[in-house]
């Protein structure tokens, strides 16, 4: 079936530490990006990453899609990442729509 | 730039009134987007516009109608809404299909 699956579904951390997240996709899935909703609601797009690896400060994602799984690396984290990271991808064949997993729930304490 | 903004932030209305919600890009995108994001649940499709056309409707209620004046401005039409259509609504654009969106900050509904 279409499927993005993400894990986990809840994390926390004590500011400064790192994470990994990470999302699974089907066959029928590709172009997989990664968002952060800040509390307000506002989704913010991270990277466009249907392969390979791509780094912004002191985030950093790599996609494998041979093996059909995408990580988001996040590093020295600080409460302003806090928040739900979703990743989402193309479903094959059709140009309009995104497939979007459950999201990660991070929170960051101070 | 890459922004998208909406309008109103915030929208409280009864289930009898007629209100609109307003998208706008200036991006050059060539598809449109509106979601409706439900708490704690990712966002989920409800209208795509290509080129100013209405490409995909998710089986939407006709409660909820969008239009597209032009290529930079999306607006959804809303009418007789039900309490359990209070939501997050969300509209994204991308320059083209299966490229990356971009979301506005959303509108928050309530319907009394």
């Known amino acids: 079936g279409i499927q993005v699956e993400q894990s986990p579904p809840d994390l926390i951390l004590q500011e400064g530490a790192n994470s990994t997240l990470r999302c699974n996709f089907s066959?029928?899935?590709?172009?997989l990006q990664w968002f952060h909703q800040n509390p307000w609601g506002q989704l913010i797009n991270l990277f466009y990453?249907?392969?390979?690896?791509k780094q912004n400060g002191r985030l950093s994602a790599t996609t494998v899609a041979t093996e059909r799984y995408s990580l988001l690396y996040i590093s020295s984290s600080q409460t302003t990442d806090s928040g739900v990271y979703f990743c989402a991808g193309w479903v094959v064949d059709s140009n309009y729509q995104l497939i979007w997993g459950a999201g990660t729930k991070l929170i960051i304490k101070p | 730039d890459t922004e998208v903004t909406q309008t109103p932030k915030h929208l409280v209305m009864g289930m009898t009134n007629k209100k609109s919600l307003k998208c706008e890009q200036h991006?050059?995108?060539?598809?449109m987007y509106w979601y409706k994001q439900k708490a704690k649940k990712p966002p989920e499709l409800m209208f795509v516009?290509?080129?100013?056309?209405?490409?995909i409707n998710e089986s939407v209620p006709s409660r909820f109608s969008p239009e597209c004046p032009n290529s930079s401005l999306l607006n959804l039409h809303l009418h007789a809404l039900q309490p359990e259509d209070s939501a997050l609504y969300l509209c994204?654009?991308?320059?083209?299909?299966?490229?990356?969106?971009?979301f506005g900050p959303g509108t928050r509904l309530t319907v009394l």
């Open positions: 990453i249907p392969s390979g690896t």
């Open positions: 516009y290509s080129y100013e056309k209405l490409s």
């Open positions: 994204a654009s991308s320059q083209d299909g299966a490229d990356t969106q971009y």
């Open positions: 066959d029928s899935v590709n172009n």
């Open positions: 991006m050059g995108h060539r598809a």
